[in-house]
């Protein structure tokens, strides 16, 4: 009966198995793709008259130049990964699991949970998801479908999570000290309330959200279509809680000990509190150590025990792989594209936001800039990362052609989630929380792609016009 639901399946399903399985085959990691970036940024400023040696120059200087931003957004992964296994937290999830009564609904609560909790942290975000998604399937008598619950588990990263506190353009903005060389004096500092706090920017949050969980409610399989959990898995899924044990020698003593779990806890949490104290609560959110320190020391309170919370933080250091070995390669892109100099001292940044400017108009600019990021970011999934390279012939369009800088940021930002819903890169985590693989899922996350490909675009450049240019704050 299966097979024949999947024979009768639509044609955009179809369309998005084949592409998903094209992706999986042709793709190679997103290193390579970070690496060829390189090359052609290099080639090109080479092409446009700079000097091999400059080239060469401005790659190694920038290589280093993100250090500082590339351990703060491994810090999101990390955070989040601690803060959603922490076993309080397990026990949570077990008690969400009893709110829905259907497996429509069931599906449903996935998604809009996947979304809240994404636009806190999309680190936290895709396991949490994924673990309630597991907890939903013990309950055989939702009949719901394992694979539509997985995609809406995806929903965060794939819908809002770049409108959110974890978004890094939103964040590298707001922190000057975090910029590249050459983008402060281009878009100065953006704090909260001009990016991902606008109402426009809300509105726009507030409308993906409701019009995703539509979508989750009328492409859920209902009857005989529904393939539970036990048609991908021999068993039915667990939450994985860590073991607590014992000490088995005196020197483990404080490892499981909440001694200095307390004792920690009151230092970070005093700071925090003082720093939430003496400042708006936008400030002080939008500062990436406070944001980090936040995730981590809750992560730390909720695991309890030192063992507890380094085991959580030891599985979770994979996922951070991307980040560590590709940011460096993004701020020598980022320098290239900003100092190396050309004929006429012109760079390859100013090129670029020169065509920009040719191709777009003030009116126009959301469009252009939401389309282009969209398809880079299908090509480069980097979970936000390649602002870096975008932002300087980006932001310095948007100053030529006068649109407001913030609501620029939010282009990218909308954009940058729209092809996560058919890439596979992103959705490995949640996969692997779910024993599933993307052609499981991508089926329903690609007809959330064709609605949400006219909505963002349309939002974006409607919205975008109650907005007026704000020139450049410096610190």
């Known amino acids: 009966m299966a097979a024949s639901a999947d024979a009768r399946t639509a044609w955009p399903v179809r369309a998005a198995l084949r592409c998903s399985a094209f992706a999986e085959r042709w793709f190679p990691d997103a290193y390579v793709f970070a690496v060829l970036g390189v090359v052609v940024v ?3 400023a080479i092409a446009f008259g700079a000097s091999p040696q400059a080239t060469a120059t401005q790659f190694g200087e920038g290589f280093w130049s993100l250090i500082p931003f590339t351990m703060q957004m491994a810090f999101v992964v990390i955070g989040g990964y601690v803060a959603a296994t922490a076993p309080v937290v397990a026990r949570c999830i077990e008690w969400l699991a009893r709110a829905p009564k259907t497996g429509r609904g069931a599906v449903c609560f996935v ?5 809240l909790t994404s636009l806190l942290s999309w680190g936290f975000s895709l396991v949490f998801a994924g673990l309630l998604v597991r907890a939903l399937a013990r309950r055989e008598a939702l009949h719901m479908d394992y694979r539509a619950a997985g995609a809406a588990a995806y929903l965060g990263l794939g819908a809002v999570w770049a409108m959110g506190l974890s978004s890094s353009a939103a964040q590298l903005q707001a922190n000057p000290a975090s910029m590249p060389p050459g983008l402060l004096e281009i878009s100065g500092v953006l704090p909260f309330s001009q990016t991902i706090f606008l ?3 809300l509105l726009l949050t507030a409308l993906l959200i409701v019009v995703s969980l539509a979508v989750c409610w009328f492409t859920a399989p209902t009857g005989e279509g529904v393939r539970t959990a036990r048609d991908f898995l021999p068993v039915a899924p667990a939450i994985d809680s860590p073991a607590i044990h014992k000490p088995t020698r005196p020197g483990e003593w404080l490892e499981y000990s909440p001694l200095l779990t307390v004792l920690l806890s009151l230092l970070a949490f005093g700071w925090l509190a003082g720093e939430f104290a003496s400042k708006p609560a936008s400030s002080a959110i939008a500062n990436l150590n406070t944001y980090n320190l936040l995730f981590l020391s809750l992560g730390l309170l909720l695991h309890w025990r030192p063992r507890s919370f380094l085991d959580a933080a030891a599985r979770a250091v994979p996922a951070t792989t991307g980040v560590l070995i590709q940011f460096p390669l993004y701020g020598g892109i980022a ?5 190396a100099a050309g004929a006429g001292g012109v760079t390859l940044s100013q090129r670029l936001s020169d065509l920009f400017v040719q191709v777009a108009t003030t009116d126009t600019f959301a469009i252009v800039i939401g389309l ?9 999934p980097s979970g936000g990362g390649k602002w870096i390279i975008e932002a300087p012939y980006v932001m310095q369009a948007a100053n030529e052609l006068q649109v407001h800088l913030g609501w620029a ?8 989630a729209l092809p996560n819903l058919i890439n596979p890169f992103w959705m490995l985590p949640l996969l692997g929380v779910l024993g599933l693989k993307a052609r499981d899922i991508v089926g329903f996350t690609f007809l959330q792609l064709v609605v949400h490909i006219p909505l963002v675009l349309g939002l974006l450049w409607l919205l975008g016009l109650t907005l007026s240019y704000v020139p450049p704050t410096m610190p």
């Open 42 to 44: 290099a080639g090109s």
């Open 111 to 115: 998604g809009l949970v996947s979304m």
């Open 199 to 201: 109402w426009q920017s």
């Open 335 to 339: 320098m290239i594209l900003t100092k």
């Open 372 to 380: 282009y990021s969209a398809v880079l970011g299908f090509f480069v």
């Open 409 to 416: 940021v939010q282009i990218y930002n909308a954009a940058e």
